[in-house]
């Protein structure tokens, strides 16, 4: 059975009529008529009554209309899916994203793009860097938003925002209402910083920068997020520097203080699969506008 059988049929069975049905296929009426009995002889059953006045539905004509209504619309779909997926505006895209981008406008571009792109699911996949270079060289996800690394052949990186980093100490704390603070106030402070293993690019950069200012960062505790880092200096565990974003967390515990030297920055870069077509990601990319 093809659909090309299903689409004529339908129209014969719409129209009743052989004449205006093979109209409205753009063939001969001979060609049409051929068909269908061919059709029916492949069924082994008669779907039509038809004489020289009049055209009628079987039972067995009945029951197929309704499913050859149904399947020929299911194909129409998928086709028009498979064209608007092609450009961008139908399928699924897998977004791998490190914990901060909750705070760049990452869950707020994916609404809206849903949004706007109904049929279009957007998946987010929390990875570090190392893990979003490995999935998009196995296509496990599409782009990824990622801090500073070594990335294979396959993974292209660019800048995608560079921000400052703060000072979070605790509400109360003594440098809690400065309007800057020197690193080097902060020499006798218990830091929380990331495992090198986990971010080695931004442990190996806080470490020089606390030294560059003439001491050795204490490290008291490790995390993983910064989002924990952040929850740790609200419960008074220590101090820590993060990325600006994370002052959007809104915390009534935590103080973000600007630092009064930045020797370095915050950096987030969009990672894609090198020589890949990216209609859909290109569109989400556009509606994600680094803060």
């Known amino acids: 059975m093809e659909l090309r059988q299903l689409k004529y049929f339908v129209a014969v069975a719409e129209e009743l009529h052989f004449g205006r049905a093979a109209r409205r296929l753009f063939i001969s009426q ?87 792109h109904p049929n279009v699911e957007v998946v987010l996949k929390e990875m570090n860097t190392a893990e979003q270079a490995r999935a998009l060289q196995q296509m496990q996800i599409d782009v990824g938003f990622a801090h500073w690394g070594h990335f294979p052949a396959e993974v292209e990186a660019s800048l995608w925002c560079t921000e400052a980093f703060l000072c979070c100490v605790p ?11 020197d690193l080097r106030q902060l020499s006798d402070e218990p830091f929380i910083l990331f495992p090198r293993s986990v971010s080695p690019h931004y442990h190996d950069q806080i470490i020089a920068t606390c030294v560059a200012a003439g001491f050795s960062p204490n490290i008291r505790h490790e995390a993983r997020l910064w989002q924990t880092v952040v929850s740790m200096v609200e419960f008074g565990m220590g101090v820590a520097l993060v990325p600006q974003a994370l002052a959007k967390t809104q915390s009534q515990r935590a103080a973000f203080v600007p630092l009064a030297q930045n020797p370095f920055a915050s950096q987030v870069l969009r990672l894609t699969r090198a020589g890949s077509q990216l209609d859909l ?11």
């Not at 039972?59 to 779909?77: H, P, T, W």
């Not at 509400?171 to 603070?181: D, E």
């Not at 990601?281 to 803060?291: G, M, N, Q, V």
Request: charged share 25%; proline share 4%; aromatic share 6%.
């Open 171 to 181: 509400v109360g704390h003594r440098l809690s209402k400065n309007r800057r603070v």
């Open 30 to 116: 001979p060609a049409l008529s051929f068909d269908i009995r061919r059709f029916e002889e492949q069924l082994g059953v008669k779907l039509l009554e038809r004489n020289s006045k009049a055209v009628a539905l079987t039972n067995a004509g009945k029951v197929l209309l309704k499913e050859a209504q149904r399947l020929l619309q299911q194909a129409d779909e998928v086709t028009k899916m498979t064209v608007e997926s092609a450009h961008g505006l139908a399928g699924c895209l897998r977004v791998g994203f490190v914990n901060s981008m909750l705070y760049r406008g990452l869950p707020e571009a994916v609404q809206r793009f849903e949004a706007n």
């Open 281 to 291: 990601a290109d569109r989400f990319l556009a509606s994600l506008s680094p803060p």
